[in-house]
């Protein structure tokens, strides 16, 4: 079946789904009329209102906004003939060749993905205006023969009329979700709805696989069989370096409230560095997807393996980068950058300024978290550097290792904590304005001295951990002009930056308040329910989703494990257990045999936890 028909029967199943709406609303009417005649109407009100409540509440809420919804183009640079008149040739070029009319506007939008839209109406049968949007990432990593297989893919969904009932497809899903979502699982009215549901969603889901191959089809025969795999296997290879990229360079200075001046301007500088690894990613592509009939896509594999079935096409041989088709891709970029990344609240910096800043606060995070450690040990509420090497001076280097290797002998963690010094002595570098950090896209920052060369700091550490050398440590450091008192802890209390929620119980009673309690990789934090004991899976939920992790930690408790000394668990299931924290209070936690789960597994994850703790 041709994907055009297949997507009218989608349509045609959309239409059943109302169908089966109105039936059960006529037999909701039907049963509540029974109901008044042989028994009272009071009783008939409270076993029909729930139906009732679902099909016009749920379903006709759901339908409004579906109506309501406005497909709007996705947010982008629009990219005009005359700003690159060498892209919108091959766009047109390919449009013919599909045998389909051109895109009104192209444009350039920050997602590692290519797509077209139609803005049609009356159900599709009156064309509207086209749009196709190609990633800023994909053009980025993609050369003009695989952008080409690209672009007559999208092209190719155009010339199928993939999209000419996609609007109404589109508001279908909305619409079913929508009523699916708004009723609840245990209401008999819904379980028709929610079975319907998943059975337009797995032939819709077929019709997009379906459509997706005929595209490949063109991709092969205007761009040829090898520029059609490898331009599928490079965008699959681009989303992980996209990823990671975001994550490596983009993400921890986003933490720290710092964004550089251009986040997609160092993504193609990565790429060329990172040439060799990219490379060995390609062969591992197809192999990282599994196919599911709840997809849209076919597997990478499946998609190959069709594209390499068919006949050739018209190969070509031009390996051009794809942003040489964008003569001004710089300032393009730039646009980009400002329209898609929201920059409020955020100090903006340079690429060499945003790398230098990002490493100098990331490396005063790990000291802060060494200097509260140490200050624990040593009985002190706040220490620096310079308390830190009169504690070497006295000989407690091997106590104060302690700390940090806990499995070693006194003079062992002695030997082993000038590795910990030396964090503090780059801190004591760079805040002495006597180091600087040279960025790398195939490696971490590297610190700098003045003199241009790496400032290795360990051997001075190594002095520093031995009482008789200590002093000579300290003047070798101010023979480079770092002076001890400049490195000192910021945050002396432990925050939740950085962290990530790996489980959470509702309704638990925490230090005797009732509360939601958000398990983080770095901490816990209880939220108050102010009494309120239902849908805590689903509060939980809308918490995380309304702020980011660290607000949430600064607007409640926030207890970090770095803080707790021991745990203590009473029982099981429900979880009692006492929290005793290094400064000698406890915090007493229970959990209700009613208390809900953010996940099936969040007690077991609140389990391993404290295992940390308690020795098991």
Same mark, same amino acid.
């Given at each position: 079946?041709?994907?055009?028909?297949?997507?009218?029967?989608?349509?045609?199943?959309?239409?059943?789904?109302?169908?089966?709406?109105?039936?059960?609303?006529?037999?909701?009417?039907?049963?509540?009329?029974?109901?008044?005649?042989?028994?009272?109407?009071?009783?008939?009100?409270?076993?029909?209102?729930?139906?009732?409540?679902?099909?016009?509440?749920?379903?006709?809420?759901?339908?409004? /906004?579906?109506?309501?919804?406005?497909?709007?183009?996705?947010?982008?640079?629009?990219?005009?003939?005359? @700003?690159?008149?060498?892209?919108?040739?091959?766009?047109?070029?390919?449009?013919?060749?599909?045998?389909?009319?051109?895109?009104?506007?192209?444009?350039?939008?920050?997602?590692?993905?290519?797509?077209?839209?139609?803005?049609?109406?009356?159900?599709?049968?009156? *064309?509207? $205006?086209?749009?196709?949007?190609?990633?800023?990432?994909?053009? @980025?990593?993609?050369?003009?023969?695989?952008?080409?297989?690209?672009?007559?893919?999208?092209?190719?969904?155009?010339?199928?009329?993939?999209?000419?009932?996609?609007?109404?497809?589109?508001?279908?899903?909305?619409?079913?979700?929508?009523?699916?979502?708004?009723?609840?699982?245990?209401?008999?009215?819904?379980? *028709?709805?929610?079975?319907?549901?998943?059975?337009?969603?797995?032939?819709?889901?077929?019709?997009?696989?379906?459509?997706?191959?005929?595209?490949?089809?063109?991709?092969?025969?205007?761009?040829?069989? /090898?520029?059609?795999?490898?331009?599928?296997?490079?965008?699959? #290879?681009?989303?992980?370096?996209?990823?990671?990229?975001?994550?490596?360079?983009?993400?921890?200075?986003?933490?720290?409230?710092?964004?550089?001046? =251009?986040?997609?301007?160092?993504?193609?500088?990565?790429?060329?560095?990172?040439?060799?690894?990219?490379?060995?990613?390609?062969?591992?592509?197809?192999?990282?997807?599994?196919?599911? %009939?709840? =997809?849209?896509? &076919? &597997?990478?594999?499946?998609?190959?393996?069709?594209?390499?079935?068919?006949?050739?096409?018209?190969?070509?041989?031009? +390996? +051009?980068?794809?942003?040489?088709?964008?003569?001004?891709?710089?300032?393009?970029?730039?646009?980009?950058?400002?329209?898609?990344?929201?920059?409020?609240?955020?100090?903006?910096?340079? !690429?060499?300024?945003?790398?230098?800043?990002?490493?100098?606060? +990331?490396?005063?995070?790990?000291?802060?978290?060494?200097?509260?450690?140490?200050?624990? @040990?040593?009985?002190?509420?706040?220490?620096?550097?310079?308390?830190?090497?009169?504690?070497?001076?006295?000989?407690?280097?091997?106590?104060?290792?302690?700390?940090?290797?806990?499995?070693?002998?006194?003079?062992?963690?002695?030997?082993?904590?000038?590795?910990?010094?030396?964090?503090?002595?780059?801190?004591?570098?760079?805040?002495?304005? +006597?180091?600087? !950090?040279?960025?790398?896209?195939?490696?971490?920052?590297?610190?700098?001295?003045?003199?241009?060369?790496?400032?290795?700091?360990?051997?001075?550490?190594?002095?520093?951990? #031995? &009482?008789?050398?200590?002093?000579?440590?300290?003047?070798?450091?101010?023979?480079?002009?770092?002076?001890?008192?400049?490195?000192?802890?910021?945050?002396?209390?432990?925050?939740?930056?950085?962290?990530?929620?790996?489980?959470?119980?509702?309704?638990?009673?925490?230090?005797?308040?009732?509360?939601?309690?958000?398990?983080?990789?770095?901490?816990?934090?209880?939220?108050?329910?102010?009494?309120?004991? =239902?849908?805590?899976?689903? %509060?939980?939920?809308?918490?995380?989703?309304?702020?980011?992790?660290?607000?949430?930690?600064?607007?409640? $408790?926030?207890?970090?494990?770095?803080?707790?000394?021991?745990?203590?668990?009473?029982?099981?299931?429900?979880?009692?257990?006492?929290?005793?924290?290094?400064?000698?209070?406890?915090?007493?936690?229970?959990?209700?045999?009613?208390?809900?789960?953010?996940?099936?597994?969040? %007690?077991?994850?609140?389990?391993?936890?404290?295992?940390?703790?308690?020795?098991?």
């Amino acid at each position: 079946m041709k994907a055009g028909m297949r997507a009218l029967f989608s349509v045609l199943m959309l239409i059943g789904f109302f169908v089966l709406v109105l039936v059960e609303f006529l037999a909701s009417v039907a049963f509540a009329v029974w109901l008044i005649t042989v028994g009272p109407a009071a009783l008939a009100v409270k076993v029909t209102a729930p139906l009732f409540v679902a099909i016009v509440g749920g379903v006709g809420w759901a339908l409004w /906004q579906a109506v309501r919804f406005k497909n709007e183009p996705m947010p982008g640079v629009v990219v005009t003939p005359d @700003q690159a008149p060498q892209l919108w040739a091959e766009v047109r070029r390919l449009a013919e060749g599909v045998g389909t009319r051109a895109p009104d506007e192209l444009r350039i939008v920050p997602e590692v993905n290519a797509a077209v839209s139609e803005h049609s109406r009356l159900l599709g049968l009156i *064309p509207g $205006r086209r749009y196709l949007y190609v990633g800023l990432p994909v053009l @980025q990593a993609l050369n003009v023969d695989q952008l080409r297989a690209v672009l007559a893919h999208e092209l190719g969904h155009y010339s199928e009329a993939h999209l000419r009932l996609g609007a109404v497809a589109y508001r279908g899903r909305i619409a079913m979700e929508g009523a699916i979502g708004r009723i609840g699982k245990w209401n008999v009215a819904g379980w *028709p709805i929610r079975l319907y549901a998943r059975a337009y969603l797995l032939v819709d889901n077929a019709v997009s696989r379906r459509q997706e191959l005929e595209a490949d089809a063109a991709s092969v025969r205007l761009a040829g069989r /090898q520029a059609a795999v490898a331009a599928l296997t490079e965008i699959a #290879v681009v989303d992980m370096a996209y990823a990671f990229y975001l994550n490596r360079y983009v993400g921890p200075g986003a933490e720290l409230g710092m964004l550089p001046d =251009n986040v997609f301007a160092g993504f193609g500088e990565m790429l060329a560095a990172r040439e060799e690894e990219i490379a060995r990613l390609r062969p591992e592509a197809a192999k990282r997807e599994t196919g599911s %009939r709840w =997809n849209t896509h &076919p &597997p990478l594999a499946v998609r190959i393996a069709a594209i390499n079935a068919l006949p050739e096409g018209m190969p070509s041989n031009d +390996r +051009r980068r794809a942003t040489d088709l964008i003569p001004d891709l710089p300032t393009m970029s730039g646009h980009l950058h400002r329209l898609s990344v929201r920059t409020e609240g955020r100090q903006v910096l340079p !690429w060499p300024q945003f790398t230098a800043a990002t490493a100098s606060r +990331r490396l005063q995070e790990t000291a802060d978290n060494i200097f509260r450690e140490l200050a624990r @040990q040593m009985n002190r509420p706040v220490v620096g550097l310079y308390e830190v090497m009169d504690a070497m001076a006295a000989g407690r280097a091997g106590e104060l290792g302690e700390a940090f290797y806990e499995n070693a002998t006194r003079k062992e963690a002695a030997a082993k904590f000038a590795d910990v010094l030396e964090l503090l002595l780059m801190l004591a570098a760079v805040r002495s304005d +006597r180091a600087t !950090w040279q960025a790398s896209w195939t490696d971490s920052a590297e610190l700098l001295g003045l003199d241009g060369k790496p400032l290795d700091l360990a051997p001075i550490a190594q002095l520093a951990v #031995v &009482p008789a050398t200590t002093a000579l440590a300290v003047d070798q450091l101010r023979e480079l002009g770092i002076e001890i008192t400049a490195a000192v802890v910021v945050e002396a209390t432990a925050t939740a930056r950085g962290g990530d929620v790996i489980a959470g119980l509702g309704n638990v009673s925490f230090d005797g308040g009732e509360a939601d309690l958000l398990v983080l990789d770095n901490g816990l934090i209880a939220v108050p329910t102010k009494g309120d004991k =239902n849908e805590g899976t689903k %509060r939980m939920k809308a918490m995380m989703a309304s702020m980011p992790v660290a607000k949430i930690a600064e607007m409640n $408790r926030f207890v970090p494990y770095e803080e707790v000394r021991k745990v203590t668990i009473v029982k099981q299931v429900p979880i009692r257990a006492t929290i005793e924290l290094h400064d000698g209070r406890s915090i007493e936690l229970k959990e209700s045999w009613t208390g809900d789960e953010l996940h099936k597994k969040s %007690r077991e994850v609140l389990h391993e936890v404290f295992a940390q703790f308690t020795g098991q």
